[in-house]
Nanobody
Framework: QVQLVESGGGLVQPGGSLRLSCATS????????MSWYRQAPGKERELVAV???????NYADSVKGRFTISRDNGKRTVYLQMSSVKPEDTAVYFC?????????WGRGTQVTVSS
């Protein structure tokens, strides 16, 4: 079955960097767009970045110029490189892919930006 497993979260100081990974299995990874979402306490889940099956990225305005999404089809993994992080980046980060009518999510990884 489809599995998405995030890792790489943790505590980071403002201005620091962190790289999230999402390892996948159970589907033809190279054929699908992959996305990162985040959800902060008391807020709705929001789209952070998406990378197409052709490796074309798009970003939310709030992270543009600071975050980079990438994918390694050989490793079936999508990454989110976070740089110049801010306290407002604190959230649980989720990996996502959509196949037709089905929406698949990982369990998330916590990122906390604090000094």
């Amino acid at each position: 079955q489809v599995q998405l497993v995030e890792s790489g979260g943790g505590l980071v100081q403002p201005g620091g960097s962190l790289r999230l990974s999402c390892a996948t299995s159970g589907f033809s990874f190279s054929s699908y767009d992959m996305s990162w979402y985040r959800q902060a306490p008391g807020k709705e889940r929001e789209l952070v970045a998406v990378i197409s099956r052709y490796s074309n990225p798009n970003y939310a305005d709030s992270v543009k110029g600071r975050f980079t999404i990438s994918r390694d089809n050989g490793k079936r993994t999508v990454y989110l490189q976070m740089s110049s992080v801010k306290p407002e980046d604190t959230a649980v980060y989720f990996c996502n892919t959509v196949m037709g009518l089905y929406d698949y999510w990982g369990r998330g990884t916590q990122v906390t930006v604090s000094s």
